[in-house]
């Protein structure tokens, strides 16, 4: 079966957490004829390790091991990981109500009972991951939107004065003539490169990170700021002319 890839077109990496080594090999090796990259944790400590250095796209955690229960690794991976972006479906042959209330409650995502049918575990795991990957989507909208905001507030801020900026600069060079007249050529230039920064702002639509520094990466105004015009609403396309759109005349 093909390999299934996650949103960064990595394989989608699964994490099953079980004392049953029998138990575990047969589960790991059903998924990764699925398609999926899978790793085995017998403890809860070593577990809690893995996430800790190469966190999974999902965990699979047996709910009674020795030592750590599976309601208290439950506990230290929310501690590391947000829950919306690691779902755990957490495995039992216990079916009281009163221990899946338990695992809900300490931040499970799905409980599954012992002996499960492997078709409806994996419906299970398809469902947590693209309910995970839809809360991933939520968020960039979010981050997108804030771009905007920040868009809007920078274009509010810096419009008046480049504009009254270009339009002196471009007024006094008539006049200029020697090393005035290079200095103010730079100063007139410099406005307009800024202009320029603003008009790409406005037009920003994605994310398009490129490297800036070591550790640290920027958005590519250039890459983020190309293509067409996303649809848009007849009210929304009204608020833009009247915020982020506007635009500078040099």
Do not use: W
Request: proline letters at 4%.
């Amino acid at each position: 079966m093909a390999c299934e890839v996650n949103n960064e077109n990595r394989p989608i990496r699964i994490l099953v957490v079980d004392d049953d080594v029998v138990s575990q090999s047969l589960v790991l090796r059903r998924l990764s004829k699925e398609g999926y990259e899978t790793v085995g944790a017998q403890s809860g400590s070593e577990a809690i390790d893995m996430v800790k250095e190469a966190p999974p796209n999902l965990i699979l955690l047996d709910l009674m091991m020795p030592g750590m229960s599976g309601l208290e690794v439950l506990e230290r991976i929310r501690e590391i990981r947000e829950k919306r972006f690691l779902p755990v479906i957490m495995m039992s042959a216990r079916t009281e109500v009163t221990d899946k209330v338990d695992a809900f409650t300490k931040g499970a995502d799905d409980y599954v009972t012992k002996p499960f049918n492997f078709e409806e575990l994996l419906a299970r795991i398809r469902a947590q991951l693209r309910i995970s990957e839809l809360q991933r989507k939520l968020v960039d909208a979010e981050r997108s939107r804030g771009v905007y905001e920040m868009a809007a507030a920078v274009c509010h801020e810096l419009a008046q004065p480049l504009t009254v900026l270009i339009g002196y600069t471009q007024m006094l060079l008539r006049k200029a003539d020697g090393e005035n007249r290079r200095v103010l050529q730079q100063v007139h230039e410099a406005a307009q490169r800024s202009a320029e920064i603003v008009r790409k702002i406005q037009k920003v639509r994605r994310y398009q990170i490129k490297d800036y520094t070591t550790n640290t990466n920027i958005i590519d105004l250039d890459m983020a700021s190309e293509g067409e015009e996303p649809n848009i609403r007849e009210g929304d396309a009204e608020k833009r002319e009247g915020g982020i759109s506007r635009i500078l005349s040099p």
